[in-house]
């Protein structure tokens, strides 16, 4: 993740908000998707198809924060999880096959982080709903 910087720090800090976090992991995979674009047609295919199932993860997380209802904003989020553990997979198939490097180990490790966060999101979002309906 290159984005992102800590003041006299090497290493890159991860933005604290989950939509800015999601754009810098889309920002990241195209950026690896251009260099794959110059490779052979599996590579080119598997790229775009990245690049779509990433954009679509930050899109829906974009999209979830302007939800008509609670419902809806839990439907958007477990549509983002579904996009980014489709990622993590294209990320994963990418690299195991050899057409990303070591280098990405960092990028394959942020679509775990998201799949992760996303899901704890998900999880406490219907606790709490549970818990204000137990309330009425």
């Known amino acids: 993740m290159e984005h992102h910087k800590s003041p006299g720090d090497k290493k890159p800090a991860k933005p ?3 939509r800015e976090r999601a754009f810098v992991f889309v920002c990241d995979v195209i950026s690896a998707a251009q260099k794959l674009q110059h490779r052979d047609e599996i590579a080119r295919e598997l790229s775009s ?3 779509e199932c990433s954009m679509n993860a930050a899109s829906n997380l974009e999209e979830a924060s302007d939800g008509s ?3 809806d904003f839990r439907a958007k989020e477990r549509i983002a999880l579904r996009e980014f553990k489709e990622s993590r997979l294209r990320l994963r198939v ?6 990303l490097s070591e280098d990405h ?3 394959i490790q942020e679509a775990n982080e998201m799949v992760k966060i996303i899901a704890t999101m998900i999880r406490n979002s219907e ?3 549970a818990q204000r309906s137990r309330s009425l």
């Open 127 to 129: 606790a709490n709903e």
């Open 49 to 51: 198809h990245l690049v």
């Open 16 to 18: 604290f908000d989950i």
């Open 94 to 99: 990418l690299r195991a096959t050899g057409y």
């Open 105 to 107: 180990a960092p990028l």
């Open 69 to 71: 209802s609670s419902r």
